[in-house]
């Protein structure tokens, strides 16, 4: 079973979309600017004690960027063990994932383009990131 979460964010503004089976909510964005981002994230496969997921980085109306950054907050028993197409660091319960850097000089995300990102964790799987948000740019 695969759910998505949506959250679209204006630097640390911006609307909560939520799309699980039947239940949705949404609310209107802030206005855009360029530096608008939208982060998607989806439990892709769960097991006893773990599950793997994916976040997805969209450039949805800005131009070439060079550098994004994506955080959330784990609950108290998630722990990331594994991630792949970005760099993490976990500050206890708070996680940061950024672009790597070797991958922005000479590929910037264009418009309307998207990176997406994945790890496996500890934990259960029904949480979901309220306070996910996304920046675009070093």
Same mark, same amino acid.
């Given at each position: 079973?695969?759910?998505? +979460? ?14 699980? *089976? ?9 206005? *855009? ?11 892709? *496969?769960?097991?006893? /004690?773990? +599950? ?14 060079? /550098?994004? %950054?994506? %955080?959330? %907050?784990?609950?108290?028993? &998630? &722990? ?7 760099? +993490?660091? &976990?500050? /206890? ?22 990176? %997406? +990102? ?21």
């Amino acid at each position: 079973m695969s759910r998505t +979460f949506a959250r679209t964010a204006a630097g640390v503004c911006g609307a909560l979309a939520l799309t699980a *089976a039947s239940v949705a909510a949404t609310a209107a964005p802030a206005a *855009a600017s360029p530096a608008d981002c939208e982060a998607t994230y989806a439990v892709t *496969a769960e097991w006893s /004690g773990g +599950f793997a997921a994916e976040v997805t980085v969209s450039n949805p109306d800005g131009g070439p960027v060079s /550098g994004w %950054t994506a %955080t959330w %907050t784990l609950l108290p028993e &998630q &722990q990331i063990v594994n991630g792949w197409n970005g760099v +993490f660091q &976990q500050n /206890g319960r708070r996680v940061r994932v950024q672009e790597p850097r070797d991958w922005s000089p000479d590929r910037p995300l264009p418009l309307p383009s998207s990176a %997406t +990102f994945g790890f496996t964790a500890t934990g259960p799987a029904y949480h979901i990131p309220r306070d996910l948000t996304c920046s675009l740019g070093w």
